[in-house]
């Protein structure tokens, strides 16, 4: 599913859908859109802010959960909350991607996927800053899902 501002109102109902009429589904994947190509055509219609749909995305924390398995991709660690950050899945390229000046000193940016090019100049990313690493921070290895926890 591609998180937009079209998507968000419904996000709750339809991932509810997904679970009750697709049990066998062993996987949602919700992919932050990607200010490019034809979304360009409907950037008033689909702009969202990354910060919103964090939270958006943290009031479903128990539907998420219920779901077997859930990834969030194109979405930086300061968008979401910790809770979620194990979700989190570095997807992005790093040639589409970029990290803002503040970011340099962000203790996770080692485990960030950043923010997509085309979200900071379409919105200018003005509402995502560095965060502080939790204590309990537990850490994969793996480049693409960085952050351990969470289910499955």
Same mark, same amino acid.
């Given at each position: =599913? ?5 998507? /968000? *109102?419904?996000? !709750?109902?339809?991932? @509810?859908?997904?679970? %009750?009429?697709? &049990? ?35 009031? =479903? ?5 219920? /779901? *077997?398995?859930? !990834?969030?991709?194109? @979405?930086?660690?300061? %968008?979401?909350? &910790? ?54 921070? %537990? ?14």
């Amino acid at each position: =599913l591609v998180l937009s501002a079209l998507l /968000l *109102p419904v996000l !709750r109902s339809t991932l @509810l859908f997904i679970r %009750a009429r697709f &049990p066998e589904a062993d996987r949602v994947t919700l992919l932050f859109i990607e200010l490019e190509g034809r979304a360009l055509w409907r950037l008033g219609e689909l702009k969202v802010g990354m910060a919103e749909t964090g939270r958006a995305l943290d009031s =479903l924390y128990g539907v998420l959960t219920a /779901l *077997p398995e859930v !990834r969030l991709c194109h @979405l930086p660690l300061c %968008a979401l909350p &910790p809770r979620l950050w194990p979700f989190a899945w570095r997807t992005l390229d790093p040639r589409k991607v970029v990290f803002k000046l503040e970011c340099r000193d962000c203790p996770m940016r080692p485990h960030c996927v950043g923010v997509h090019k085309a979200y900071a100049r379409h919105t200018g990313a003005a509402d995502l800053h560095p965060v502080a690493a939790p204590r309990d921070l %537990a850490v994969t290895g793996d480049e693409y899902r960085p952050i351990a926890g969470g289910h499955r």
